[in-house]
């Protein structure tokens, strides 16, 4: 087997590129434009590529394009294989200089990690200034595919259990607390309460696809309690004031409770009978190397928990 010359292999990483390109825009005209090529090119480059695997690759029709299920696959490891081939370059171009590039962390909504943003962004600007850091929140549903295509480098969020593709590092392990307002008539036994208690109040708690919401729903149906959903909330503004107002009470573990509510006045109960738990963990890729830039953010971050960890817990586990 001869080894493909640079030109082959330009040429190979040249056609994902466009592949992946009328797939985002659903339509080769669009693509077409969006890349600068004449379509009739771009047709013809689309043609051998389905033609060296010997798969038809997309579905066309009025509307446009759409991947089939072989299209599906390339698709995502394109995406995958463009981002290693840009980082190559970029780690080259680097090599023995700070870290520098774009480092994209998910962090989940709802979570003490949440508090931490302003923090992470200040440390990685004054250690790693070439970084530049792309941040966003986001739920574990769609956590694997954007970690495993390449959208993502790490996340900080509430652990999902196993998932395909990713690794999970758990930071911290929480009993998960009632937050509500101080006018909520409670009779607490050593600062906690029972599951049964909360489920007599209204909940205000965030859409199903989130870790959180799916704790809290398998602890109630496993006890045979009903959930009193008062609402679904994502904006933490929006559910202080509700909390306040006496609306409706939370659930949360008590770290995200005094981080996110530090300045309002709410009685924060950890639940019992049973008590339930949940793991924020950090999740990368299981199948590729992070970048420079994506390893140095990555040991910033754990840095940081730890040290939230011992000012919250006086270090204790």
């Known amino acids: 087997m001869t080894m493909q010359s640079a030109e082959d292999l330009e040429m190979d990483t040249r056609k994902l590129a466009y592949f992946v390109q009328i797939v985002d825009s659903g339509s080769i005209t669009k693509a077409a434009a969006a890349l600068h090529v004449a379509q009739p090119a771009l047709s013809q480059q689309l043609s051998s590529l389905e033609n060296e695997l010997k798969q038809r690759l997309l579905i066309r029709s009025k509307q446009g394009v759409s991947p089939t299920a072989a299209g599906n696959t390339l698709y995502r490891h394109a995406q995958s294989i463009l981002r290693l081939v840009e980082q190559a370059r970029l780690d080259v171009a680097s090599s023995g200089a700070a870290p520098s590039g774009?480092?994209?962390?998910?962090?989940?909504?709802?979570?003490?990690?949440?508090?931490?943003?302003?923090?992470?962004?200040?440390?990685?600007?004054?250690?790693y200034p070439d970084i530049v850091l792309h941040l966003t929140e986001i739920f574990g549903g769609v956590l694997s595919e954007a970690i495993k295509n390449g959208r993502l480098d790490m996340a900080l969020i509430y652990e999902p259990?196993?998932?395909r593709g990713v690794r999970f590092t758990t930071m911290?392990?929480?009993?998960?607390?009632?937050?509500?307002?101080?006018?909520?008539?409670l009779t607490p036994t050593d600062g906690s309460v029972t599951l049964e208690a909360a489920s007599a109040l209204p909940l205000f708690l965030p859409?199903?696809?989130?870790?959180?919401?799916?704790?809290?729903?398998?602890?109630?149906?496993?006890?045979?309690?009903?959930?009193r959903l008062a609402g679904e909330v994502e904006s933490v503004p929006s559910l202080a004031r509700l909390i306040d107002e006496n609306v409706g009470a939370t659930i949360?573990?008590?770290?995200?409770?005094?981080?996110?509510?530090?300045?309002?006045?709410?009685?924060?109960?950890?639940?019992?009978?049973?008590?339930?738990?949940?793991?924020i963990a950090l999740c990368t890729p299981d199948h590729e190397p992070l970048s420079e830039a994506a390893s140095a953010v990555?040991?910033?971050?754990?840095?940081?928990l730890q040290v939230q960890l011992v000012r919250q817990y006086g270090g204790a586990d």
């Open 172 to 185: 911290i392990v929480e009993d998960l607390h009632l937050v509500c307002s101080p006018e909520v008539p």
């Open 207 to 227: 859409e199903r696809n989130h870790t959180l919401r799916q704790l809290i729903e398998d602890g109630f149906q496993q006890q045979g309690l009903n959930l």
């Open 102 to 127: 774009r480092v994209s962390i998910a962090i989940a909504p709802y979570s003490m990690a949440s508090s931490l943003a302003p923090a992470i962004v200040t440390e990685v600007h004054r250690r």
């Open 161 to 163: 259990g196993p998932i």
């Open 252 to 279: 949360l573990p008590k770290s995200a409770a005094d981080a996110l509510f530090a300045r309002e006045d709410f009685q924060v109960f950890r639940l019992r009978e049973p008590a339930l738990q949940s793991r």
């Open 298 to 304: 990555l040991l910033l971050m754990r840095e940081m």
